[in-house]
């Protein structure tokens, strides 16, 4: 795949064909292959995928959104002071993963940019304070951690970067 492909990223939907995605974490390969459907319809996940203009069925990166909350002693002390003392809404990107094929062509910044771009959005009608990621292992960690996402308290691998940081206040 060229670096110069189009990218289209769009709602997971029945012609796309995620038998064939491999990413290198088997468990992130399990679960496009096996779950994702399932979840999309019991409405527990959104799952988004990436596919190019040229093959529009094959699916060259994906990732999961949901929603969670933030209890406020897993924030730093600093962000936790400013804010109500009660749970805090958040968006959960619990899943990122972009093909073996098609690494290291700026897909997963892409994707990550996308998934943002929703949680802003959506932040228009109900209320979202960060986007939390759950790191597969460190190396994924490094990943998020360039765009500036910081470990939430007590989880090493759950990170979270506030939307008011890619978005000025209004
Ligand atoms: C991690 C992953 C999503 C990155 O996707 P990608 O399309 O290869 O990454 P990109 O090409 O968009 O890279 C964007 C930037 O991140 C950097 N980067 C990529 N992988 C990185 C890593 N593991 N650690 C640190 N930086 C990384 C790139 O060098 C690039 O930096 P630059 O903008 O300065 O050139 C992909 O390698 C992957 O799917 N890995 C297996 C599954 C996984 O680990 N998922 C992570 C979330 S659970």
Redesign the pocket.
Known sequence: MGSECQLVIQALASHHQRANFH???SA?DRYLHKQARQDEKRRVSRVFVATTQDDPNAIV?YYTLSSLSIELNELPTELARKLPRHPIPAALLG????SLT?????????LLADALKRCLAVSDEIAIYALV?????D??R??YE?YGFRPLSARARRLFLPLKSVQPAP
């Open positions: 990413c290198g974490q992130l990166g899943r990122l993963a972009v098609a690494q290291g062509l700026g897909i997963g910044r892409m990621v759950d790191a597969i292992d190396s994924a490094a990943f360039q």
